[in-house]
């Protein structure tokens, strides 16, 4: 009896365990299934988003080749900086790789344009350039300061490209082309012509037209549409050039070595300049544009100026130029038996994962 109490509880708690482990048996198999289930919901769903992202990925082929047709090159050239012989070449090529070339013409060749001029939504410049498809792939060219245009909340930012001058060398150029004018327009009366005054004399006499104010201009281009950029002297308006030199613009070369510049241009942007330099090269006479008469000034006049603080930063500002240009050109160009060459793609990719079997 006493070994049936313990047998029979010994028989329950056996049957018990039993239909325990069955049942998890059972529940562990219905979790599996329903695991199994959502797997296979979760791998459809996966290949439902994969599809959407290839098919939109797809997309950004189709308009990322249409962004190359999209580029907007700004040239906002500094007056007397040999300008007219760079935009000339893109007037030669504009036809033969097929882009249009707009001259930015404003009122009295005044650099800064109104508030309303820059940013009235749709009419004026900044919508302007970004919208205007039929135009694209465009060059602008102007006498106009430095615009940012990511400030008006537009899509595309235009690619800045300048060239600058020794300073004085510049102011000198202007000097004489308002007297004389150049060999590109004879025919055309200057503001000062009749005024036989070399520079020399001018600057001997302290006259306005070669006073050191007047060297202040390559500055403020640069940096653009501030109050700051206009006020003579100002080391703010200097660093904010800089700044935009480095960060804001594409290439920024030298009108002493603007055959460089060319050739270094061409090969970043070659739907707009595939053969600028041949063309530079062997029409060198027909780009350049010398303003008639022009006489070098004597050493007196050099070392007054270069008394003026308007001229040390003028000058600190293009051998900032100087030595950025210099810095691409030495990464971008070699020189063999007396020729430039630009530098076939130095980069490549490697260790790519996973592996395309
Ligand atoms: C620019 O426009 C003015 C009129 O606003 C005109 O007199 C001048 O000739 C134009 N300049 C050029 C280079 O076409
Ligand atoms: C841009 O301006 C020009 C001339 O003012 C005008 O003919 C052209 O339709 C404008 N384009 C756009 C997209 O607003």
């Given at each position: ?42 791998r ?33 050239r500094?007056?007397?900086?040999a ?24 009122s ?18 900044v ?24 400030k ?30 150049d ?17 020399d ?18 500055i403020?281009f ?6 700051e950029c ?32 060319v ?26 544009r ?8 004597a050493?007196?006049t ?21 030595e ?6 030495a ?27």
């Amino acid at each position: 009896m006493r070994i049936l109490r313990t047998v029979m509880p010994h028989k329950f708690q056996l049957l018990a365990v039993l239909a325990f482990g069955l049942a998890v048996l059972v529940i562990e198999n219905q979790i599996r299934k329903i695991d199994e289930s959502r797997e296979i919901l979760e791998r459809t769903v996966a290949r439902h988003k994969v599809a959407a992202v290839e098919q939109r990925r797809g997309g950004q082929v189709t308009s990322s080749l249409s962004q190359a047709e999209d580029v907007v090159v700004i040239y906002n050239r500094v007056p007397k900086t040999a300008s007219t012989s760079f935009t000339n070449i893109a007037y030669d090529l504009c036809g033969k790789n097929r882009f249009h070339v707009l001259h930015i013409n404003t009122s009295k060749n005044n650099p800064v344009l109104s508030l309303q001029d820059q940013a009235r939504p749709l009419v004026r410049f900044v919508h302007n350039v970004t919208s205007w498809q039929e135009m694209k792939p465009a060059f602008y060219h102007g006498h106009v300061a430095y615009l940012d245009f990511s400030k008006y909340g537009v899509e595309g930012k235009p690619t800045y490209v300048n060239v600058v001058r020794d300073p004085i060398e510049r102011l000198v150029s202007y000097y004489y082309f308002l007297r004389f004018g150049d060999d590109y327009r004879p025919g055309l009366r200057r503001r000062k012509q009749g005024d036989k005054k070399t520079f020399d004399e001018c600057v001997a006499a302290g006259g306005p037209d070669c006073a050191p104010e007047k060297l202040w201009l390559q500055i403020p281009f640069f940096c653009g549409h501030h109050s700051e950029c206009w006020n003579v002297g100002s080391r703010w308006a200097l660093e904010e050039a800089k700044a935009n030199l480095v960060r804001e613009y594409l290439l920024v070369g030298l009108t002493e070595e603007l055959e460089d510049f060319v050739m270094i241009l061409e090969a970043v942007l070659p739907r707009f300049f595939k053969g600028a330099s041949q063309l530079y090269r062997t029409g060198k006479k027909s780009h350049l544009r010398k303003t008639t008469e022009k006489k070098p000034p004597a050493e007196e006049t050099i070392t007054k100026l270069h008394q003026s603080d308007i001229w040390k930063m003028e000058n600190e500002f293009y051998e900032f130029a100087q030595e950025q240009f210099q810095f691409v050109r030495a990464h971008a160009v070699r020189e063999k038996d007396g020729e430039l060459f630009v530098l076939a793609q130095s980069f490549f990719y490697e260790k790519i994962y996973p592996k395309v079997s």
